[in-house]
């Protein structure tokens, strides 16, 4: 299983003090993966995370929820689970725009939208062919999905991309970037094996 190392932030949030991870791929298609990078830190009360993407050809959604314009956009996601049971496991997907869908879900793809993450911070930025989103959660809150148990130091993540493309000759082409490769026939990030773990480290 892949891991990531979560390094903790002692005084403020200083994303150098990160490692940067960066082996995205595109699993379904012969494509380059578009430039993208994720970082973690941990303090004694949050989980902080940053996605740092490249992106020439930016798509934002149109709709009247703000689920529908997420879903529409280029987007990054983050899924935790309590294990690989996925029974249940929890979802936020984040557009550029700063605007969040976030879902509980049991497998096989049985969503529940009745599901906030409480205390959830989030920002979003676009410059020019680049955009970043930043966001934290409570440790208490993950505690509390039975995300990461009391004590513990791990745990289970899928961290993606979705990477959207105008086609010349009209619509949208959905591509789908992950940090794991699910090994999966057809794009597919709601399964056991598209998840890697978080390692909160000193």
Request: glycine residues 8%; contains cysteine.
């Given at each position: 299983?892949?891991?990531?190392?979560?390094?903790?932030?002692?005084?403020?949030?200083?994303?150098?003090l990160?490692?940067?991870?960066?082996?995205f791929?595109?699993?379904?298609?012969?494509?380059?993966?578009?430039?993208?990078?994720?970082?973690?830190?941990?303090?004694?009360?949050?989980?902080?995370?940053?996605?740092?993407?490249?992106?020439?050809?930016?798509?934002?959604?149109?709709?009247?929820?703000?689920?529908?314009?997420?879903?529409?956009?280029?987007?990054?996601e983050?899924?935790?689970?309590?294990?690989?049971?996925?029974?249940?496991?929890?979802?936020?997907?984040?557009?550029?725009?700063?605007?969040?869908?976030?879902?509980?879900?049991?497998?096989?793809?049985?969503?529940?939208?009745?599901?906030?993450?409480?205390?959830?911070?989030?920002?979003?930025?676009?410059?020019?062919?680049?955009?970043?989103?930043?966001?934290?959660?409570?440790?208490?809150?993950?505690?509390?999905?039975?995300?990461?148990?009391?004590?513990?130091?791990?745990?289970?993540?899928?961290?993606?991309?979705?990477?959207?493309?105008?086609?010349?000759?009209?619509?949208?082409?959905f591509?789908?970037?992950?940090?794991?490769?699910?090994?999966?026939?057809k794009?597919?990030?709601?399964?056991?094996?598209?998840?890697?773990?978080?390692?909160?480290?000193?």
């Amino acid at each position: 299983m892949k891991r990531y190392l979560v390094h903790a932030a002692r005084a403020g949030v200083d994303w150098s003090l990160a490692s940067c991870l960066s082996d995205f791929s595109f699993p379904w298609e012969e494509t380059a993966a578009a430039p993208t990078e994720f970082r973690a830190l941990w303090t004694s009360e949050r989980l902080h995370f940053r996605f740092d993407c490249v992106d020439q050809d930016l798509v934002l959604g149109a709709g009247r929820t703000e689920k529908e314009r997420v879903l529409g956009s280029d987007r990054v996601e983050i899924f935790l689970a309590p294990d690989l049971e996925l029974a249940p496991y929890f979802c936020l997907e984040m557009a550029p725009s700063g605007e969040r869908y976030g879902y509980r879900a049991r497998s096989y793809r049985q969503f529940d939208d009745d599901f906030e993450f409480q205390g959830l911070q989030l920002n979003a930025s676009i410059a020019g062919e680049r955009y970043a989103v930043e966001g934290s959660l409570p440790l208490g809150c993950l505690r509390e999905l039975g995300v990461l148990s009391a004590g513990a130091r791990e745990l289970f993540a899928g961290v993606y991309r979705a990477e959207f493309s105008r086609r010349p000759s009209g619509g949208v082409h959905f591509g789908w970037m992950s940090w794991v490769d699910p090994k999966t026939e057809k794009p597919d990030f709601h399964v056991p094996s598209s998840f890697g773990a978080l390692e909160l480290c000193d």
